[in-house]
C-alpha cells in the first residue's frame, strides 16, 4: 500500500485572469459576468415564485403597509449578500433579478397603497 500522504491542495486550479487570456478576445468575459449566478436568476418574461413570496411575507395584512421596502439587485453576489444582510436585520426585502420582477413588485406596492 503507498504510504504518501496526500494533502487536498496538491492540485492547484488555473486563475481566472490566466484563463481569460488563454482565451481568445471574443469568448472572454469580464469579471462580472463571472460573478454572476446563472442559476439564481433567468432572464425571462415572468417573475420568479421567490419574487412573490417575498412580496407576501412583508405585505402580511392589508390594514398595514410596511414604512418602506428595500428592492435589491440579487444579479450578482455582492446584491446576493447585501440582501441577506438586510434580511438578518428583519428589513423589508425584495430581491430582483429582471426589469420584469422590479414592475411586479412596484405593482403590486401600488395595489395595495391604492386598496
Given at each position: 500500500m503507498d504510504s504518501t500522504v496526500h494533502t487536498p491542495?496538491?492540485?492547484?486550479?488555473?486563475?481566472?485572469?490566466?484563463?481569460?487570456?488563454?482565451?481568445?478576445?471574443?469568448?472572454?468575459?469580464?469579471?462580472s459576468d463571472s460573478e454572476r449566478s446563472?442559476?439564481?436568476?433567468?432572464?425571462?418574461?415572468?417573475?420568479?415564485?421567490?419574487?412573490?413570496?417575498?412580496?407576501?411575507h412583508i405585505l402580511?395584512?392589508?390594514?398595514?403597509?410596511?414604512?418602506?421596502?428595500?428592492?435589491?439587485?440579487?444579479v450578482d453576489w455582492q446584491g446576493q449578500y447585501v440582501a441577506d444582510l438586510l434580511?438578518?436585520?428583519?428589513k423589508p426585502v425584495v430581491c430582483t433579478c429582471s426589469t420584469v420582477e422590479v414592475q411586479a413588485v412596484l405593482s403590486a406596492l401600488l395595489t395595495r397603497i391604492q386598496r
Amino acid at each position: 500500500m503507498d504510504s504518501t500522504v496526500h494533502t487536498p491542495r496538491q492540485k492547484r486550479s488555473t486563475p481566472l485572469k490566466e484563463r481569460q487570456l488563454s482565451k481568445p478576445l471574443s469568448e472572454r468575459t469580464n469579471s462580472s459576468d463571472s460573478e454572476r449566478s446563472p442559476d439564481l436568476c433567468h432572464s425571462t418574461q415572468i417573475p420568479r415564485k421567490v419574487v412573490y413570496d417575498q412580496l407576501n411575507h412583508i405585505l402580511v395584512s392589508d390594514a398595514a403597509l410596511p414604512e418602506n421596502v428595500i428592492l435589491v439587485n440579487a444579479v450578482d453576489w455582492q446584491g446576493q449578500y447585501v440582501a441577506d444582510l438586510l434580511q438578518d436585520q428583519k428589513k423589508p426585502v425584495v430581491c430582483t433579478c429582471s426589469t420584469v420582477e422590479v414592475q411586479a413588485v412596484l405593482s403590486a406596492l401600488l395595489t395595495r397603497i391604492q386598496r
